[in-house]
């Protein structure tokens, strides 16, 4: 379809809308809707977020959780160091250039 053919369309569309009564249709279909999926949903999630909290509590798992976030961090910062010195000083030194630089332009 060309451009014309959408205007006509749309034109006549507008021309010949009808709006039909909803006289509470809407209102009392919702209320018809079974609410026992929503309820049994929510429940579930409750019940899944208590057994959670007891289980990190039980097994110490904040403990575990906080030592692996550590050890990770360890490593990897440990990872960077050893290997990529080299790397880590050519990027410190370029971000540096460009800050002193851009210090310099700045217009006041």
Known sequence: MNRNDEQLISSFMKANKQELADNGFSRRVM????????????????????????????????????????????????EIMNSNLQTLLVAFATLSFLCIRSVWTIKE
């Open 31 to 78: 209320r018809k809707l079974p609410v026992s999926a929503k309820v049994w949903s929510d429940i579930l999630t409750a019940v899944c977020v208590i057994l959670i909290c007891i289980l990190l509590v039980v097994f110490d798992g904040f403990n575990v959780i906080f030592q692996s976030i550590r050890e990770v961090i360890q490593n990897q910062s440990m």
